[in-house]
Nanobody, 124 residues
Framework: QVQLVESGGGLVQAGGSLRLSCAAS????????IGWFRQAPGKEREFVAG????????DYADSVKGRFTISRDNAKNTVYLQMDSLKPEDTAVYYC?????????????????WGQGTQVTVSS
């Protein structure tokens, strides 16, 4: 069992930065793939970024490549999402999720555990 808690969301102007954190409980956290997803009002939940258990493999949605960076610190049971050059279209609730797989997946239903989400609002 893994419990996930996101933090770091907030209101920021376009062009600004935020760093989201996903803190996990559970001794086997380091063996999970972690993904970040987001959901805007009226839209489906979409993949943002993912990282494998070693941190050696990452994947990003095309819409955030070059602006967002995912990383993990297994000693702290935490995964981070550094978001730079934010745009109004990045506004959404951001969720982190854990998957027992070894490969980063972009499909939400392949993830086993989810956090409660943190709101990110980017003003123009």
């Amino acid at each position: 069992q893994v419990q996930l808690v996101e933090s770091g969301g907030g209101l920021v102007q376009a062009g600004g930065s935020l760093r989201l954190s996903c803190a996990a409980s559970g001794r086997t956290f380091s063996s999970y793939v972690i993904g970040w997803f987001r959901q805007a009002p009226g839209k489906e939940r979409e993949f943002v970024a993912g990282i494998n258990w070693t941190g050696g493999s990452t994947d990003y949605a095309d819409s955030v490549k070059g602006r967002f960076t995912i990383s993990r610190d297994n000693a702290k049971n935490t995964v981070y999402l550094q978001m730079d050059s934010l745009k109004p279209e990045d506004t959404a609730v951001y969720y982190c999720a854990a998957s027992r797989g070894v490969v980063v997946r972009t499909t939400a239903w392949l993830y086993d555990y989810w956090g409660q989400g943190t709101q990110v609002t980017v003003s123009s």
